[in-house]
């Protein structure tokens, strides 16, 4: 049967070529070989789909179906029960393997399938879309019957990225930069101009569109767009602000790292639109901000960056937690808003009045964001070549109750969703405790078969018993946890699903940034960051650091922030 554009198994097998090949340059031969033959709609879907995402990064769509709601469909149109799913994803140790194995199983929908015309591209992508368009009420059941009319004409392939596409899964190595790499090589442009023309806009599948279309010409017209929010530029870690003054030639802008968090704020006219640091839309849960903008800033058109802190009644900084729920929370605004007053300090200028300005230098940035910034104060900073000033400087913003000081360098550019050394982050020193492991949960990926998540417990010689106060799955190397998934099994007393409870016998250091207040946990207070820094084989459980030292740390925390 002839379906109208390529077929959607025509991507699904590239994206199975891509897991069994490792060279890089093979991988991007393959894709720019397939990207040639598509038309500029299929381009602009696949170079999103083969990595494994659905909708361009600046896009606020989103799929919204839970792993649970996806094993429902799943379970239904083949007819299994949990334990045979469950099954299936231990033997392959990812849902969409899982569901290939489980659609190959079944016989009636091989010949179900024999009989439908095969899925294009561009089916797959408008099914998706309906699903991420299903609004409202009733909308749980639209989204369930969509994607079950999309994966009953599936075969097995099909079905299994149709499933990692929802799920944002992905197993071969082919990522954003190696598409971008793909791009340039199918339409014969420096790749240079692709990763630009991708970090201004955040729209992969638009930019490889122009280039087909327009090659070079088009893509240098491409430059910020409103409301398609950039990347953040990131910053890498120093320890003391001697290194990083050193590290800029010696002078370099020293501002405020406030614990809050990360905004980027779009304004055409009366219209503002914030972004958190994960470019997902905000704005309606920061009316202050977004009226502050609005009557505040003096620009016609703009792009800032700021922070957005919770400021206790004697002005000191709250915990992140709470401006982080500040965040989430979009209904009750109105309430919320009076309880936990946010208060934006404003740190970059991106874009004005039809003006890119990440190319300008910071301090040009930072003068420019001066002009405009009105009533919006802007970080503290100090411009310095003075190493003890500068330390004054990173004591001053501790006691202030902030996480540290931001060192940028005076000349640097804007680079958006690079870690670069441009500026560097110095921070109060690291927390650690020693913590008993209690249980462990297999990882996800490559980790699938090993035991990498552990859940960390404090002792309580009250009781006897051990206390959880987080979970951690980074700092081990793989040798290490290939050697903890062994002798965790060892200790195994109990299994629930991929978690498995151990006897509290393994000791490990954990290093962290605070502690945060958490209602999941007992003891009322979670790690924040927590890493593995050592196993401590020299400790017994009874030694680990109590719950009580813990609960002392938390409250030590306190003589810094406000509540
Ligand atoms: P980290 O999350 O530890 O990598 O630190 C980077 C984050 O610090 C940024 O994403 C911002 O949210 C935050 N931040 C606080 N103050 C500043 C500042 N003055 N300049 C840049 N980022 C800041």
């Avoid at 849902?95 to 095969?118: D, I, W, Y």
């Avoid at 802190?309 to 500040?326: C, H, L, N, T, W």
């Avoid at 699938?448 to 417990?457: E, F, G, N, Q, V």
Wanted: hydrophobic share 40%.
């Amino acid at each position: 049967m002839k379906i109208d554009g390529h077929s959607f198994k025509e991507l699904c097998e590239l994206c199975e070529k891509l897991e069994s090949t490792s060279s890089r340059n093979a991988m991007i031969t393959l894709v720019s070989d397939f990207l040639e033959k598509l038309s500029l709609g299929e381009l602009a879907i696949a170079s999103n789909l083969i990595i494994g995402r659905v909708f361009p990064v600046w896009d606020q769509r989103e799929l919204e179906v839970s792993g649970a709601t996806l094993v429902k469909v799943i379970k239904r149109i083949v007819g299994v029960d949990d334990r045979v799913f469950l099954k299936a994803f231990n033997e392959t140790g990812d849902f969409g393997s899982a569901v290939k194995l489980l659609f190959e199983r079944r016989r009636h929908l091989r010949q179900a399938m024999l009989m439908t015309k095969p899925l294009s591209i561009e089916e797959v992508h408008r099914g998706l879309e309906a699903i991420a368009e299903a609004k409202g009420a009733g909308s749980r059941k639209k989204k369930e019957r969509i994607l079950e009319a999309l994966l009953s004409r599936a075969s097995p392939l099909e079905a299994k990225y149709i499933v990692k596409a929802i799920l944002g899964e992905r197993r071969h190595g082919f990522g954003e930069a190696l598409m971008e790499e793909a791009v340039a090589k199918a339409f014969n442009v420096p790749v240079e101009e692709i990763r630009r023309a991708n970090m201004l806009t955040s729209d992969l599948g638009l930019v490889a569109r122009t280039a087909a279309l327009e090659q070079l010409q088009g893509l240098r017209r491409l430059g910020v767009m409103l409301f398609h929010p950039l990347r953040p530029m990131l910053a890498e870690k120093v320890e003391t602000v001697a290194e990083a003054l050193r590290e800029h030639g010696g002078e370099a802008a020293l501002e405020y790292k406030l614990d809050g968090a990360r905004l980027q704020i779009h304004k055409k006219g009366e219209v503002v639109k914030v972004y958190s640091r994960h470019l997902t839309e905000v704005t309606d849960s920061l009316p202050e901000v977004v009226k502050e903008v609005r009557e505040g800033l003096r620009a016609q058109e703009a792009v800032v960056e700021g922070e957005a802190v919770a400021i206790g009644e004697d002005g000191r900084p709250k915990p992140f937690q709470q401006v982080m729920r500040r965040l989430r929370r979009v209904k009750l605004v109105e309430e919320k808003s009076e309880e936990i007053p946010i208060k934006l300090y404003l740190f970059d200028l991106l874009y004005l009045n039809g003006e890119r300005k990440i190319d300008e230098p910071y301090m040009r940035r930072r003068a420019l964001l001066e002009e405009i910034a009105g009533t919006i104060p802007l970080v503290e900073v100090i411009f310095t070549k003075n190493v003890s000033e500068a330390e004054d400087f990173f004591k001053k913003a501790l006691e202030a109750g902030h996480e540290g000081v931001m060192v940028k360098d005076l000349t640097s550019t804007y680079t958006p969703g690079v870690r670069g050394r441009k500026w560097l982050k110095v921070k109060a020193g690291p927390l650690t405790l020693d913590l008993v492991i209690v249980a462990a949960e297999y990882g996800h990926g490559y980790r699938y078969k090993w035991l990498s998540d552990y859940h960390l417990a404090a002792y309580n010689p009250a009781t006897g018993e051990f206390e959880v106060i987080g979970k951690c799955f980074t700092g081990l190397t793989d040798d290490e946890i290939d050697y903890m998934t062994r002798r965790l099994k060892e200790l195994a007393i109990a299994e629930r699903g991929r978690m498995v409870l151990v006897e509290p016998r393994i000791v490990v250091e954990v290093g962290f940034a605070e502690l945060q207040e958490s209602p999941h946990y007992k003891a009322g207070v979670a790690l924040r960051f927590p890493r593995i820094l050592r196993i401590r084989e020299d400790k017994s459980p009874q030694e680990a650091d109590t719950i009580d030292k813990v609960k002392k740390l938390y409250e030590k925390q306190f003589k810094l922030k406000s509540r």
